[in-house]
């Protein structure tokens, strides 16, 4: 053993709330980097606001396609712990 703590914070917090806390608290969050297939080039520089979390719900919701199952594809977390 290493003597050495893990300290994870936002570990199983849920997504939407943890962002609507983040916007409600005025934090300017712009997307730098982003990946399909859930994500085009207009989404760099892109501001996070209302909007742009409920076009992501959306995504959610509509879940991924057989295809995309088939390919690995794990679904769209609203964090981008998936490398989103």
């Not at 916007?23 to 399909?36: N, T």
């Not at 994500?39 to 295809?67: C, P, S, V, Y």
């Amino acid at each position: 053993e290493a003597g050495i703590r893990c300290h994870l914070p936002l570990w199983n917090m849920n997504r939407e709330e943890s962002l609507n806390t983040m916007l409600d608290e005025g934090f300017e969050i712009i997307y730098s980097c982003v990946k399909a297939p859930f994500f085009n080039g207009d989404w760099i520089n892109r501001r996070l606001d209302r909007h742009a979390l409920k076009e992501m719900k959306a995504m959610i919701d509509k879940g991924l396609t057989q295809e995309q199952i088939d390919a690995g594809t794990k679904p769209l977390d609203l964090c981008g712990e998936r490398g989103e």
